[in-house]
């Protein structure tokens, strides 16, 4: 018991004092190096901020760099969607000029071939193969060569129209791209660290395979704007090539029409005249088929009024020729009937006048009627001609 209440151990003074020292030494030593600590932590803060600031205005400046340069490229783009849409409208409104042109030409088309049908129908030596003819084959032969043109004309300007659609969807589907890319790049740059809702992204630097570089993603913009320059050079030769055959095609046809409208207007002229030479030499031939029959008439008659002075005569003669014996004389009576006789029988001779007469006769009618069906022939072609191609012509052209 009396171990148990014994009294722990004094130290010495001088380990006291010791002990204090220790204490002392070991709190400065740990001051100086919290102190050193302090300081080497406020550096390292100072100079992490100066990196974070310097990176961070680094990363606004290439920020703002991107913007920008985004910005130029969607202003290209703009620029180039604008013209591609342009040159595309333009040639719209050159197909429609085309489709028109086209569609015009098919009537005119019909009225050549109609105009040639047609003047199968004429007669007679008149079915010739004339300059109206040449000239209404030449024109169906102009018209169906413009129409052939005008469709391949067609066929291309489809197929550019088609191209530059192409070429305005790649455009605006680089530009949807490009307005996105924009407007992320803009939120990026309005971030702030007092920005609400500011959090962590842990993935976000994580790398993914669809990553391009900037060299490809300019390529990209080049290509579609290459791609639209292209298209938009062969629209505008196109609607050079267009512009200039339409011209040219409506020249040749009007040209034509006007070569078919001459020779139509000279072959009518050259009929009326050749049809009134007809009439004319119809009105002669008439007019000497009257005399002529007047002329069979009297000589006729001139024949008729014969016949009872040479029964006379020949009856005369024939009783005194039985006069008997020295009675049956060569006196003035026998002589006188004898010229009588002589003379009525070559009046009689006249008859063969008669025939031939009426030979005439038949031959002027024959004349007659040739020259009536050769009028008709011609008045079947002035019909033809006049009334039917060239009338039917003038109520369609209009070049």
């Not at 380990?15 to 030593?29: F, L, R, V």
């Not at 991107?66 to 333009?90: A, D, G, S, Y």
């Not at 005369?316 to 002589?342: F, G, K």
Request: aromatic content about 4%; charged content about 30%.
């Amino acid at each position: 018991m009396a171990r148990l209440l014994q009294a722990p151990p004094k130290f010495h003074p001088s380990e006291w004092d010791t002990a204090n020292k220790m204490q002392c030494a070991s709190t400065e030593s740990q001051k100086s190096r919290s102190e050193r600590m302090i300081a080497e932590s406020r550096r390292l803060l100072d100079e992490t901020e100066k990196i974070t600031q310097k990176t961070r205005s680094d990363v606004n400046k290439k920020i703002e760099q991107r913007r920008e340069e985004i910005k130029f490229w969607k202003q290209e783009l703009e620029n180039k969607l604008e013209q591609i849409v342009h040159e595309t409208e333009v040639l719209l409104t050159f197909k429609t000029r085309l489709e028109k042109s086209l569609e015009s030409c098919k009537e005119p088309l019909v009225i050549a071939q109609k105009c040639l049908l047609n003047r199968q129908r004429r007669a007679g030596i008149d079915l010739v193969h004339d300059e109206v003819e040449q000239e209404l084959v030449k024109e169906a032969e102009v018209l169906q060569g413009v129409i052939a043109l005008l469709g391949r004309t067609l066929e291309q300007t489809n197929e550019q129209i088609r191209l530059n659609r192409s070429a305005k969807y790649n455009l605006e589907m680089d530009l949807k791209d490009k307005f996105t890319a924009l407007m992320i790049d803009d939120y990026c740059a309005s971030l702030t660290n007092n920005t609400p809702d500011i959090r962590y992204a842990d993935n976000a630097v994580k790398i993914e395979g669809n990553f391009v570089s900037p060299e490809d993603w300019i390529d990209f913009s080049n290509i579609n704007i290459e791609k639209a320059d292209k298209q938009r050079n062969n629209s505008l030769a196109l609607g050079a090539l267009i512009d200039g055959i339409l011209s040219q095609t409506r020249n040749d046809m009007r040209k034509q029409c006007e070569m078919v409208n001459v020779a139509f207007r000279n072959k009518v002229k050259e009929v009326k005249d050749a049809k009134q030479k007809l009439e004319t030499l119809l009105a002669m031939v008439m007019d000497e088929t009257a005399s002529q029959e007047k002329n069979i008439a009297a000589l006729k008659k001139a024949i008729a009024d014969k016949e009872g002075p040479v029964k006379v005569a020949q009856n005369r003669l024939e009783a005194r020729n039985h006069r008997p014996n020295v009675e049956l004389c060569y006196d003035t009576v026998q002589y006188r009937l004898i010229s009588e006789v002589q003379e009525i029988t070559k009046n009689m001779q006249r008859q063969s006048t008669l025939a031939q007469a009426e030979t005439v006769l038949k031959g002027l009618s024959r004349r007659q009627l040739s020259l009536e069906e050769e009028i008709q022939v011609k008045e079947n072609t002035l019909y033809i001609d006049e009334v039917l191609c060239m009338q039917m012509r003038e109520s369609v052209y209009s070049f």
